[in-house]
């Protein structure tokens, strides 16, 4: 099992001033802790989960490239990026010079978007949600069709592209959040090498509504990665952090990705380290330490 950890709250004592040099420890612990992904969340403004809409917010992709600069082990990615936020050529490209000056370790995490106030906001498109999917589902095609060796144009309803360049080339990973039975783990069956639910789901219902939709398009269920986002709370002691995700490799989760009161704090950098330790040894229902169909280790 694997354990991730995003940042979702850029308010730090020292202010505005104090963010980059955080925020860098945030990204070098998570590397030094042998944690296998870092995260940040694709919003302009804070959401009401973790503070005030007026509160500092980076922007996804400026984040993770700072980050790569900095790391050399984990993956990046955005936790996850609204797709009609970004024209899709763009945002592929955005995520491919992510991964070629990372070395490989980019993540396109995508969904359909949510926060409509940062959207109208800032003067963004914010389509009605049934767009929202078909602009997602497009930028996917897009995205496949950029990271292969066509080099053709793109006719979608609602994108054009008259050349699907792409150099330097790349093939980074894709995750969907969401957990949506019809339409989002549809796409995750269809596109993705990667699925995000939020703790609290009915993970084992979700996990077998998206079996389905592999089954019927001929798809592999074994190949998709199963991630959950989750938060550990103060105080929570390993033991307690440990339990959890192994309840959830029990439903069949793949990668545990926590949000924690203070990631730059030595004692829960300590916390992460020894929980990504103990947890590698724990197989997901469902593999066995080859990434084959197994049993959960005790």
């Given at each position: 099992?694997?354990?991730?950890?995003?940042?979702?709250?850029?308010?730090?004592?020292?202010?505005?001033?104090?963010?980059?040099?955080?925020?860098?420890?945030?990204?070098?612990?998570?590397?030094?802790?042998?944690?296998?992904?870092?995260?940040?969340?694709?919003?302009?403004?804070?959401?009401?989960?973790?503070?005030?809409?007026?509160?500092?917010?980076?922007?996804?992709?400026?984040?993770?490239?700072?980050?790569?600069a900095l790391t050399s082990r984990v993956?990046?990615?955005?936790?996850?990026?609204?797709?009609?936020?970004?024209?899709?050529?763009?945002?592929?490209?955005?995520?491919?010079?992510?991964?070629?000056?990372?070395?490989?370790?980019?993540?396109?995490?995508?969904?359909?978007?949510?926060?409509?106030?940062?959207?109208?906001?800032?003067?963004?498109?914010?389509?009605?949600?049934?767009?929202?999917?078909?602009?997602?589902?497009?930028?996917?095609?897009i995205a496949q069709q950029m990271w292969?060796?066509?080099?053709?144009?793109?006719?979608?309803?609602?994108y054009r592209l008259e050349r699907t360049?792409?150099?330097?080339?790349?093939?980074?990973?894709?995750?969907?959040?969401?957990?949506?039975?019809?339409?989002?783990?549809?796409?995750?069956?269809?596109?993705?090498?990667?699925?995000?639910?939020?703790?609290?789901?009915?993970?084992?219902?979700?996990?077998?509504?998206?079996?389905?939709?592999?089954?019927?398009?001929?798809?592999?269920?074994?190949?998709?990665?199963?991630?959950?986002?989750?938060?550990?709370?103060?105080?929570?002691?390993?033991?307690?952090?440990?339990?959890?995700?192994?309840?959830?490799?029990?439903?069949?989760?793949?990668?545990?990705?926590?949000?924690?009161?203070?990631?730059?704090?030595?004692?829960?950098?300590?916390?992460?380290?020894?929980?990504?330790?103990?947890?590698?040894?724990?197989?997901?229902?469902?593999?066995?330490?080859?990434?084959?169909?197994?049993?959960?280790?005790?």
């Amino acid at each position: 099992m694997k354990l991730g950890l995003t940042c979702p709250r850029f308010t730090w004592p020292g202010g505005d001033g104090a963010i980059a040099g955080r925020f860098a420890a945030v990204a070098r612990g998570a590397d030094e802790a042998g944690l296998h992904s870092l995260w940040v969340m694709d919003h302009f403004f804070q959401i009401p989960n973790f503070g005030s809409v007026a509160d500092p917010m980076l922007e996804a992709y400026g984040a993770l490239s700072y980050a790569a600069a900095l790391t050399s082990r984990v993956t990046l990615g955005a936790l996850v990026t609204g797709a009609v936020y970004r024209e899709p050529g763009l945002l592929v490209k955005q995520v491919s010079t992510l991964d070629a000056l990372s070395g490989g370790r980019a993540v396109l995490g995508i969904g359909a978007a949510w926060y409509e106030a940062e959207a109208r906001g800032l003067g963004l498109r914010f389509p009605p949600l049934a767009e929202r999917f078909e602009r997602l589902e497009e930028t996917l095609q897009i995205a496949q069709q950029m990271w292969s060796e066509e080099d053709k144009p793109y006719e979608g309803s609602h994108y054009r592209l008259e050349r699907t360049l792409n150099a330097p080339q790349a093939r980074p990973p894709i995750l969907i959040g969401g957990s949506g039975e019809k339409k989002t783990l549809r796409l995750v069956a269809q596109y993705a090498d990667a699925c995000n639910f939020l703790y609290g789901a009915d993970v084992r219902h979700k996990l077998a509504v998206l079996r389905t939709h592999c089954e019927r398009l001929g798809r592999p269920y074994e190949d998709i990665e199963k991630t959950l986002h989750m938060r550990i709370p103060d105080g929570q002691h390993v033991e307690e952090s440990v339990q959890r995700c192994a309840e959830l490799a029990a439903l069949g989760i793949d990668h545990v990705i926590v949000a924690v009161p203070e990631p730059t704090d030595h004692a829960w950098l300590a916390h992460l380290a020894e929980l990504a330790t103990r947890i590698s040894a724990i197989t997901p229902a469902g593999r066995d330490e080859r990434g084959k169909p197994g049993m959960v280790l005790s």
